[in-house]
């Protein structure tokens, strides 16, 4: 069982950049594919990015592109979400997604976190 815990979420202005971080125990971290996703009342769980265990590929909704990237620290079993130039409409719940086998996708998730809030104000 694999458990995930985010940190780094908060309230910031628009234009400014967070780091979240999604530390992760049980299992065994460098064979996981790691994702994030976020969530907002009223509407479907968005893909955001995600990385394989290595950390060698990296995939990026196209809204997201340039502006967000994923990366991992496998030594920390820790998995970030850089977020720049941060606009109002990417205020969400911001979750961390595993996946013991394949790479994590929208409909291919075998561990969620708890999420971490995202406020921008504009």
């Known amino acids: 069982q694999v458990q995930l815990v985010e940190s780094g979420g908060g309230v910031v202005q628009a234009g400014d950049s967070l780091r979240l971080s999604c530390v992760a125990s049980g299992g065994t971290f460098w064979r996981n594919s790691m994702g994030w996703f976020r969530q907002t009342p009223g509407k479907e769980r968005e893909f955001v990015a995600s990385?394989?265990?290595?950390?060698?590929?990296?995939y990026s909704a196209n809204t997201m592109k340039g502006r967000f990237t994923i990366s991992r620290d496998n030594a920390k079993n820790t998995v970030y979400l850089q977020m720049n130039s941060l606009k109002p409409e990417d205020t969400a719940v911001y979750y961390c997604?595993?996946?013991?086998?394949?790479?994590?996708?929208?409909?291919?998730?075998?561990?969620w976190g708890q999420g971490t809030q995202v406020t921008v104000s504009s």
């Open positions: 997604a595993a996946r013991s086998s394949g790479v994590v996708t929208t409909s291919a998730v075998d561990y």
């Open positions: 990385i394989s265990g290595n950390g060698g590929s990296t």
